[in-house]
């Protein structure tokens, strides 16, 4: 019996808690824009209080939060917040002013945990893009003449309109700024160490090109989690704007994508070096899957103006398979809540994903 109390008193030692919640920037809860949703529910000092509100029992549990969506007029007060509830809070903000330089947030309690190591970065910037030399026209004798009758003054009226020419994925993907952030975090109990991730993918859907320009970044966000934390059991959570069954949701569930896919990334056109592997080390699986056998029935709930409602799984906490799942906050279905969002019951457009883990 002693054995048995001893053991379960170790397990719940080296259980961690990981939360993962889009909050909303401050700054894109306009009521001209979610003009389905009650326009109190959408002032920005409501709204941040009801998303402290969603936290405090998370944090009370002394939960590893990763934030996405946070605005430069937010990350102050949840600074604030997290001080006060012992927590270090590591931001990183990279958007542009109509979403108020939205960006990502990971806190971490103190008090649990110390931060062994912690890393921030531009995602894109992980990882070598492949490029295709840009082509040059040689006309001989003639080249000079050339570049001054035609490539300057069509090199000066691009300049004057600002007009770039098309890109393929892989500038698209690479000029992207979404940041990405990590932490190494040794459980001041038992020294146990895992490694922690949180992003906020690029939204990109309209055309096939886009969706690759996901999948790269899904395969680079994986990777990067898996070479931050070498070796260790890794958490990697977030909005990543991919439904279950996408192909960048395949790649990281699965570690693998058929390269017939429609969704994997076409090399550049007149490439000739080693093609970019987008493949992460190692599949990564849903904490959700793992307890509940299936992706959350929803997990972000709006409708824009008069477009239909969008209802649909985004959001997703995933780990290695050194990482058991003990169990997982239960989320509604959509069939039970009244929508769309920010609501009375839920300030954000997306609802928050927590799940308890143990590290083998």
């Known amino acids: 019996m002693t054995t048995t109390t001893t053991r379960a008193s170790e397990d719940g030692a080296r259980d961690a808690r990981v939360v993962t919640y889009n909050v909303l920037s401050s700054h894109l809860a306009e009521p001209t824009y979610f003009t389905h949703c009650d326009a109190n529910d959408l002032r920005a000092e409501t709204r941040?209080?009801?998303?402290i509100e969603k936290l405090e029992p998370e944090v009370e549990r002394r939960a590893v939060v990763g934030l996405q969506e946070v605005s430069m007029t937010w990350a102050?007060?949840?600074?604030?917040?997290?001080?006060?509830?012992?927590?270090?809070?590591?931001?990183?903000?990279?958007?542009?002013?109509?979403?108020?330089?939205?960006?990502?947030?990971?806190?971490?309690?103190?008090?649990?945990?110390?931060v062994v190591k912690s890393d921030i970065a531009r995602l894109s910037d992980t990882a070598k893009f492949p490029r295709a030399k840009?082509?040059?026209?040689?006309?001989?004798?003639?080249?000079?003449v050339y570049n001054l009758l035609v490539q300057t003054p069509v090199n000066l009226w691009r300049k004057l309109r600002d007009y770039r020419p098309p890109s393929d994925e892989w500038q698209t993907a690479r000029g992207r700024f979404n940041s990405i952030l990590y932490a190494t975090l040794k459980c001041k109990k038992t020294n146990v160490q895992f490694g922690v991730s949180t992003y906020h993918m690029p939204c990109m859907f309209r055309t096939a090109a886009d969706r690759r320009v996901m999948v790269i970044h899904a395969g680079i966000a994986a990777q990067y989690a898996l070479n931050q934390s070498e070796g260790l059991p890794t958490v990697l959570m977030g909005d990543f704007n991919l439904k279950p069954g996408d192909a960048g949701h395949t790649l990281i569930t699965t570690g693998d994508l058929?390269?017939?896919?429609?969704?994997?990334?076409?090399?550049?056109?007149?490439?000739?070096?080693?093609?970019?592997n987008v493949k992460p080390q190692k599949k990564m699986e849903s904490a959700y899957v793992r307890v509940n056998g299936e992706e959350p029935n929803f997990t972000n709930h709006a409708r824009i103006k008069d477009d239909d409602p969008f209802i649909d799984t985004l959001d997703y906490i995933f780990v290695t398979d050194d990482v058991e799942v003990v169990d997982v906050l239960d989320l509604p279905h959509r069939d039970q809540v009244k929508g769309p969002f920010p609501a009375a019951t839920e300030p954000s457009d997306h609802i928050m994903l927590a799940a308890t883990i143990r590290v083998k």
């Open 48 to 51: 941040l209080r009801r998303v």
């Open 258 to 276: 058929d390269e017939s896919h429609e969704g994997y990334p076409i090399m550049p056109a007149g490439y000739t070096g080693e093609p970019f």
């Open 76 to 114: 102050g007060p949840l600074h604030a917040y997290f001080a006060k509830r012992g927590y270090a809070f590591i931001v990183s903000l990279y958007g542009k002013p109509f979403n108020n330089y939205m960006g990502v947030g990971l806190a971490v309690p103190t008090d649990a945990y110390e």
């Open 134 to 144: 840009k082509e040059e026209v040689n006309l001989g004798p003639l080249t000079p």
